[in-house]
């Protein structure tokens, strides 16, 4: 029986080799960051905004074809089933809006017609937007009111005017409801639509998790709402425009639609294409104005 020292094992045949070290790869030589040029910075910049910026551009074109064909149909005095001989033309509308801006008066018109849209306005929106979440939230309050409002909705401004004479003493006042009454029940219509799609599995589970009345209404009904709650209010800004207009044109004696309709009847035609400019250009602020506070109240909506 042989020693154990005696015993090889296969591996001790083998030449020793000396271990070589790994070779360690240089240090990456990294270079510093260099800022960003501001054509790489203006490129990033379009690349985001493409869309929007085709769309103003299409925009702005639309504008000059419009001007285009407007100064060629008044300038011919074309006839085609629809008269431009006593259509003024732009050139003639903008000598008109240069001599108004530098008359008190028509900045007068434009000031207390803006004030009775943002009073009507408003409060159509305080009492529109809570009473549409109340009657969306409960039946029986929605049974008691919502007859009375379909009857009374359809009813158009104009018809309105002899009415808010006999009930407000002031003609100021009565604008200011007939304004309020136009802008109230697309805002109410609107946000009651809101309610009426609130998915109710989001009201379960915050009953679920131990909500009360208050905190549901607080974090379901309300934001589930908004959407609709701002489509009502930027239609409603619309409808207060078209409502305040006649109401003026009726019954007032200060504001953009009084002076249109005084144009008219002094015929004085580049001042009435003055006045309706004006209107369109102030409803198209006012509805801005709503979309732009609807997306800081709603940032979501914005990244879709």
Same mark, same amino acid.
């Given at each position: 029986?042989?020693?154990?020292?005696?015993?090889?094992?296969?591996?001790?045949?083998?030449?020793?080799?000396?271990?070589?070290?790994?070779?360690?790869?240089?240090?990456?030589?990294t270079t510093p960051a260099t800022p960003s040029s501001f054509g790489t910075?203006?490129?990033?910049?379009?690349?985001?905004?493409?869309?929007?910026?085709?769309?103003?551009?299409?925009?702005?074109?639309?504008?000059?074809?419009?001007?285009?064909?407007?100064?060629?149909?008044?300038?011919?005095?074309?006839?085609?089933?629809?008269?431009?001989?006593?259509?003024?033309?732009?050139?003639?509308?903008?000598?008109?809006?240069?001599?108004?801006? =530098?008359?008190?008066?028509?900045?007068?018109?434009?000031?207390?017609?803006?004030?009775?849209?943002?009073?009507?306005?408003?409060?159509?929106?305080?009492?529109?937007?809570?009473?549409?979440?109340?009657?969306?939230?409960?039946?029986?309050? =929605?049974?008691?009111?919502?007859?009375?409002?379909?009857?009374?909705?359809?009813?158009?401004?104009?018809?309105?005017?002899?009415?808010?004479?006999?009930?407000?003493?002031?003609?100021?006042?009565?604008?200011?409801?007939?304004?309020?009454?136009?802008?109230?029940?697309?805002?109410?219509?609107n946000t009651l639509h809101g309610m009426s799609l609130v998915d109710p599995?989001?009201?379960?589970?915050?009953?679920?998790?131990?909500?009360?009345?208050?905190?549901?209404?607080?974090?379901?009904?309300?934001?589930?709402?908004?959407? =609709?709650?701002?489509?009502?209010?930027?239609?409603?800004?619309?409808?207060?425009?078209?409502?305040?207009?006649?109401?003026?044109?009726?019954?007032?004696?200060?504001?953009?639609?009084?002076?249109?309709?005084?144009?008219?009847?002094?015929?004085?035609?580049?001042?009435?294409?003055?006045?309706m400019i004006a209107i369109g250009v102030l409803g198209l602020g006012s509805?801005?104005?709503?979309?732009?506070?609807? =997306?800081?109240?709603?940032?979501?909506?914005?990244?879709?």
């Open positions: 029986m042989s020693s154990p020292a005696l015993v090889r094992h296969p591996e001790d045949n083998m030449p020793a080799t000396a271990a070589l070290p790994e070779a360690v790869p240089p240090p990456a030589t910075l203006a490129l990033r910049w379009y690349r985001l905004n493409q869309g929007r910026l085709r769309a103003t551009a299409i925009g702005v074109i639309s504008l000059l074809a419009f001007l285009l064909i407007w100064h060629l149909l008044t300038t011919y005095r074309v006839v085609f089933f629809v008269r431009f001989t006593n259509v003024p033309s732009p050139l003639a509308v903008y000598a008109s809006f240069t001599k108004a801006i =530098h008359d008190p008066h028509f900045l007068m018109h434009v000031v207390l017609s803006c004030r009775r849209i943002f009073i009507g306005f408003s409060l159509a929106a305080i009492v529109g937007v809570p009473l549409g979440l109340v009657m969306g939230r409960f039946k029986l309050v =929605h049974e008691v009111v919502f007859p009375v409002a379909e009857v009374l909705r359809p009813i158009p401004a104009i018809a309105w005017v002899p009415m808010a004479i006999m009930l407000w003493p002031t003609n100021e006042q009565s604008i200011v409801f007939i304004t309020f009454l136009g802008s109230f029940f697309p805002i109410l219509v599995v989001l009201v379960r589970a915050a009953q679920c998790l131990g909500a009360r009345e208050r905190a549901i209404f607080r974090e379901v009904y309300f934001p589930a709402s908004l959407p =609709h709650i701002f489509t009502g209010l930027t239609v409603g800004m619309g409808v207060a425009w078209v409502s305040l207009i006649a109401a003026e044109m009726i019954s007032g004696q200060y504001g953009i639609g009084y002076f249109t309709w005084e144009a008219y009847s002094l015929v004085q035609y580049a001042d009435i294409a003055l006045g509805s801005v104005l709503i979309r732009g506070a609807g =997306h800081l109240v709603m940032p979501w909506r914005s990244t879709r």
